[in-house]
């Protein structure tokens, strides 16, 4: 069984990619050597502060995390966490708002494209992100029938114009509003409810890949 203990990730290394024993070396050099068909053997003769159980644990790490694991450019979609989803289920509760979406999935979107891009050149922020309570806040329709908690926020619009203008990266929406998305689906009663105005208290940044070309992005 593979040492997953071998694969390590630390913001200040390579924009926390998944890397060997916090060497720069990431788990995608190594799937790229292995895909070029050579033999273990001759990887380890030219990289010799690697080992055996390295090699194995970059495959089976890869494998494992295949829905999550970004190669070297791809279809990508930055997003932060929301952390305090049960003040938001109490407000929900409390005003009638349902469905719900399950708490897990409350996110906001940085930004995304749906042609490939890379993330060299940007490396993801790690720290937590507070958003005051107050300001405009609006519950509307966005795409798709998506029912969303529009809010503002400086430090988000900041790092969406950072990623913007990095090469290759696209916006389909009009112009970046950051948003909750609530619930899906034709609701247009929860539009008149009374919005939540409480703290929003995001988790670091984290790079999802999608699928290639006309994806469909939860955003």
């Known amino acids: 069984m593979a040492d997953f203990s071998r694969i390590t990730t630390d913001p200040a290394v390579l924009q926390g990619q998944p890397c060997i024993r916090g060497l720069r070396i990431r788990v995608r050099d190594i799937l ?29 790490y890869a494998a494992a995390h295949v829905p999550n694991f970004i190669p070297e450019t791809t279809p ?3 997003t932060r966490r929301l952390l ?15 469905p719900l979406r399950a708490l897990p999935d409350l996110h906001v979107t940085i930004v995304y494209s749906r042609w490939p891009v890379s993330l060299e050149d940007l490396p993801m922020v790690p720290t937590e992100l507070r958003v005051p309570a107050g300001g405009d806040r ?9 029912i969303v908690l529009t809010f503002e926020s400086d430090d988000l619009f900041y790092r969406h114009r950072r990623f913007w203008k990095s090469s290759g990266w696209q916006w389909d ?30 988790g670091p940044e984290v790079s999802k890949a999608l699928p290639p070309f006309g994806a469909e992005a939860d955003i």
């Open 76 to 78: 990508l979609q930055v």
């Open 138 to 146: 609006r519950l509307a329709r966005f795409h798709g029938g998506a």
């Open 173 to 202: 929406l009009d112009a970046y509003r950051p948003h909750l998305t609530l619930a899906y689906g034709d609701h247009p009663e929860l539009l008149s409810l009374e919005p939540y105005r409480g703290d929003l208290v995001f």
């Open 32 to 60: 790229d050597m292995v895909a070029a068909g050579g033999p273990w053997s001759e990887i380890l003769t030219d990289y010799p502060y690697l080992e055996q159980a390295d090699l194995e644990a970059a495959v089976a």
């Open 84 to 98: 305090n989803g049960p003040d938001i289920l109490a407000w929900a509760e409390r005003i009638g708002f349902a």
